[in-house]
């Protein structure tokens, strides 16, 4: 990295991030902070055009889908996605091509010298946190360039995230799952307020929710339609109730770009082929690696209804028919009784690890929850290491499973090659493909 880029980095690092620690009641959440750092850099994102997107799974790859699609055809797009797996560089892209190192340098100082203004001001933006900061620099880089669209995705929740500052005149919400529960709120419903507070006035909102009622236990969608029909926001609902998770992913991505071109947006939901699907798709999301011939999954999954659906689909392709071996690293707020239920069902054994640069579980304590629930699990103080016993422990036909953090899968994500010809197979199975 350029020595610029080192000294931005550091002083961002210095902020508040509730990336890297236990995320609860005591979170501050809220625009107040952001909005006042925008404005002191001229409100750059109150020009751009933008869709939103938000869901407990599949928000960063179907903004991914979604950013593919536009560039296909012919239109200048920004992607905004957290977290990142690797480099921070990840998170902002023009046209699919990662922010270059001069430019986030140069962003971020922007920004800094803004928050330090308002520091000096003594206004809101003293509360602005690591992820404020990025967000703004993501808004005012989309502006520099003068992107056609901007595709953002939700950090967390969505009513209060810091992306909410921005306008987003088509907004998803792929789904609603128990997560961030001491955050957003300790029912279904009580989240799926959260996550449809992105939908403005004058918005269209997509979504993977059934229809309020056809599922008894859940009455998140009637709070999404009650939301909507007070705004007099129409809802589009594209996916089969069967429907895969790429399919799903690609389906409501299609549908946004179908939206799109009825806004006189010069692109068509064909415009998101295979070809553009296995190319956008973001790494860590039901991302097939292989170390040797040994197949390895790596899904950042942390909720336990994800996980059951990611085992229950990949066990229909041959090559993971059998249980697999799973590398698993939680976080500390994670519901790791239930994520261990569903793993006991589909897995062979567990190795338990952890990563030093997140608020995650002590691998000890996660394997003697474990074995606590009857499970063959065993630990391994670094991640690598957990990779290779994983890989020690498969059997002749079996393969490897990483699920459960991102921390984890940018960890062992570089140890591994890619399987591109299974990814394409998976793509052209599609039941959306166009």
Wanted: aromatic letters at 4%.
């Amino acid at each position: 990295m350029v020595p610029d880029l080192n000294e931005a980095l550091s002083r961002l690092d210095a902020l508040i991030n509730w990336e890297r620690r236990d995320r609860d009641a005591s979170m501050r959440r809220g625009l107040a902070p952001l909005e006042a750092l925008l404005d002191r850099l001229g409100n750059p994102h109150r020009g751009l055009r933008a869709v939103h997107i938000t869901g407990t799974k599949g928000k960063g790859t179907t903004s991914a889908l979604v950013a593919g699609g536009l560039c296909a055809a012919g239109l200048r797009t920004g992607l905004y996605t957290s977290p990142h797996l690797e480099r921070i560089h990840e998170r902002i892209r023009i046209d699919g091509e990662p922010i270059r190192d001069a430019d986030l340098a140069r962003l971020l100082q922007t920004v800094l010298d803004a928050r330090a203004a308002c520091v000096n001001a003594g206004d809101a933006g003293v509360d602005s946190t690591w992820f404020d900061c990025l967000t703004a620099a993501a808004f005012l880089h989309f502006a520099e360039q003068r992107v056609d669209w901007a595709v953002v995705e939700v950090g967390l929740g969505g009513r209060l995230d810091s992306t909410n500052a921005i306008y987003g005149e088509v907004c998803v919400l792929t789904n609603v799952e128990l997560e961030h529960t001491n955050v957003l709120g300790p029912t279904r419903r009580h989240i799926a307020a959260e996550k449809v507070g992105i939908v403005k006035p004058g918005s269209v909102l997509i979504t993977a929710l059934e229809p309020a009622g056809e599922r008894a236990c859940d009455d998140a969608a009637a709070v999404v339609e009650e939301h909507c029909a007070r705004l007099g926001v129409r809802i589009v609902r594209p996916v089969p109730a069967d429907g895969t998770i790429r399919s799903t992913n690609a389906a409501l991505a299609r549908a946004v770009l179908q939206e799109l071109s009825l806004r006189a947006v010069g692109v068509r939901a064909e415009d998101l082929s295979d070809a553009v699907i296995a190319a956008a798709w973001l790494p860590g999301r039901l991302e097939l690696r292989r170390v040797g011939v040994t197949p390895v999954v790596i899904d950042a999954a942390h909720v336990a209804e994800s996980v059951e659906r990611i085992l229950r689909e990949l066990r229909q392709q041959p090559e993971f028919s059998s249980r697999p071996v799973v590398l698993l690293a939680l976080g500390r707020d994670k519901d790791a009784v239930g994520i261990l239920k569903v793993l006991r069902e589909h897995a062979d054994r567990l190795v338990c690890t952890s990563v030093a640069s997140g608020p995650l579980l002590d691998a000890g304590t996660l394997a003697q929850t474990a074995q606590g629930l009857g499970i063959a699990a065993e630990t391994a103080t670094q991640p690598d290491a957990g990779l290779a016993r994983a890989l020690q422990l498969t059997r002749a036909d079996g393969w490897v499973l990483v699920a459960g953090s991102f921390y984890l899968a940018g960890a062992v994500r570089s140890l591994t090659q890619p399987w591109n010809e299974f990814n394409a197979r998976c793509s052209r199975s599609s039941p959306t493909s166009s």
